[in-house]
Structures are given as C-alpha cells and as structure tokens.
C-alpha cells in the first residue's frame, strides 16, 4: 500500500512537472521583453539556480571530485543543451521549439546504434522512422525544404542533438547523485548562455522595472530550474522510465494549448499532422521491448 501511494505521487508530480515546463516560455519571454534580451534571461536564470543549488552541491563536493570528467562533461553539455532550449523560446514559436525538443528519442537511438554500437530492436526502428516523417511534415509545412526556418528552430534541433549525446554520456558513465549534478547541468547551462548571450544581443543597458524582473528571474531559477527539477529527480528514480516519458508529454499539450491562448502561436495542420507523428514516436521509443537481449545497455 505505500510502495503504490509513493509511485502514486511520484506519478503526478511528474505529470505537474512536465505540464509546468510547457509554461517555461512565460517567464523566458517576460525576461526578454523587460531588457533581458535574447540569451540575458537565461543567463540570469541559470545564475539564479546556480546560487539555489550552490550550498546542496557543497555538502556532496567530494562526489564531484571522485566523478570521472566525462561523467562531468556530460553532464554540464544537457545543460549547454537545455540553455539552448530555453533561448530557443525567444526566438522561435512555443510548440514548434517542443517538438523539436522532443525528437530527442530518435537521436538518442542513432548515437546509441552507431556510437555506442547498443542493439536497435525493430520498434525502435519504426520510431526513427516516424519521428523523422514528423519533423519533415513540421519543417516543411511552409513549402520548400524541410529545414529550420529560424534561430528558435535551429538552436531548438541543436540542443536535442547535444542532449541526446549528454544523456547518452551520462547514462553510460555518470553515478553521480542528484543535487551536485544539478548543479553541474545549471552550470553548464549558465556557461553555455554566457557565451551565446553578447553574441544575440548586446550587454542589457536598461532593465524595466529592476526589482521586479531581478525577482522573476530568481523565482524561475529556484523554482524552474531548482524546485521542480529536483523534484522531478525524486520522482524518476520511483517510477519506470517509460511512465516518466509518458508522462512529462503533458509538456507539448500544455506549451501549444498556452502559446495559442496567451501568444495567439497556432500551429498549421501540416505542423499539428507532424507533432503527432513525433509525440508517436516518442510513445514507441518508450514502449516496452520483449526480451532481455533486446536492448543490453550498460
């Protein structure tokens, strides 16, 4: 009875936490128009965080030191990739920078397949195949060739690309426990964003209404990037991977949903007919292989 009201919980706080992820552009276009233009925002953001996680990171230094630098690197490339992410919203539209984010699975499988040489079972194979149709119908929806048609999109494919080599670095050598590695992703996403940021836009001169926006920006680093993250952690651990891919989908629904209601973004059928094929291949990413020797990952 307590094993089910922990995975219970653990489930709808993973639910929460991607449903609240899909408002993560909010905050990121309130930085943008308040003076934090372009890649300043994030790089508030993630300094806020770094402040958050700094103290809970100290207590757990000696796992740091004892971490093998690729562990490391690993680690602070998904921040660089999610900093990525996160400009992304500036530049690009709410639902499209999602669903590019969420081909994540079929790159994470490519690298897995001809990087580190894993075992592909057919089903993943139909996820590749799917996901990539999506993006083709996403990218080529305005006629012509189906690429990126602006910077959000681009650094949105980027990061997932960057992402899915993080992950599989993290999961192949990376034992490192929750707050020191939060701590090392918010860094490199903090780093990433410092080198991005005078390149996008220049040095932030005037900022409106300063003791308003320096609390926006410390409340969406603890509470987006430090509380539900950590939170999210909690709950990963407790639950298969599969329910937690489900689950953090809520992400898509609740990012197009908010950006048609509140930033009139709406996605054109073609666009609508490619997300479902992506989020399909997310599902069969996630779906259950048969067989132990099916996908004998380290």
Known sequence: MREGRTIFLASVITLLTGAFWGLYWLPVRALDARGLAGAWGTVGVTLAALVLLGPFAWRRR??????????LASI????????LYSIGFVYGRVALVILLWFLTPVWSTLIGRFVMGWPTPR???????????GLALILGAGGGLPLPRDLGEWMTLAGGVLWSISTTGIRATSRLSPAPSAFVFSLGAALASLILAPILA???SVVEALPATLALTLGT????????????????VRLEPARVGILLMTEVVVGAI???LLAHEMLSPMELAGGLLVLGAGV?????????NAESRP
């Open 76 to 83: 602070a490339l998904g921040g660089g990739a999610f900093a």
């Open 202 to 204: 220049p040095l932030p």
């Open 123 to 133: 089903l993943r194979l139909y996820a590749i195949a799917l996901g990539l149709a």
């Open 62 to 71: 000696h796992e740091i030191a004892v971490t093998s630098p690729v562990a």
């Open 284 to 292: 069969l990413e996630l779906w259950p292989v048969k067989g132990t």
């Open 221 to 236: 680093g603890a509470i987006w990037w430090g509380l539900s993250l950590a939170a999210l952690m909690w709950a990963t």
């Open 258 to 260: 908010s950006a048609a």
